[in-house]
């Protein structure tokens, strides 16, 4: 899942919030450095990608990329999930999704020393183009896949992935909703995180 995902699924802790979307920057035993909560935000971030990966509705929505982005096939599914999770905001949590994400940067600004030099050098650019809530549109994934395609490994083909969204919007869209609510649950039952926010799907 991608950034927007693990601040949901991190509860109302600013320091769970800071360690699960830390999960990507802090390898190995490192998160042992950080202080008890953030470490739990950490283990929470991996178990999440974990059960991401293994998760047969997300493997149907890799399919859709897998052509052209290969074992990238992942990265463009996270990204697309947190699109729809922008787009049904409401159907999730009682909070604005502009209350959430301002709470986020708060977080990463009030904590910025201990952030890896790495978060420390993007983070500024992220929150001034907010990035979280571009997600919302099919031009702010564009963005964010030939921003990554730059500065990352990621292939760069981002008008296939853009195409094939489109085509399946719907498909992707439903893959979406049915995963979801499984990986709420998953998170809150095995890691204890209360959503106080989360608004539970009648189907």
Known sequence: MNVLAHIYLSGDSD???IGNYLGDYVKGKDYLNYPDQIRKGIIIHRHIDAFTDRHPVVHRSKLYFTRKYHKYAGVVTDILYDHFLTKEWNLFSRKPIESVTYN??????NNFEILPAKVKEMIPSFIINNWIESYQTIGGIRRVLKTLSRTTSLPNETRFAIRELKKNYGALEDDFLEFFPQLIDYVESEFGIEISHRITLPF
């Open 15 to 17: 320091e769970i919030i």
């Open 104 to 109: 986020f940067y708060m977080a990463m600004v």
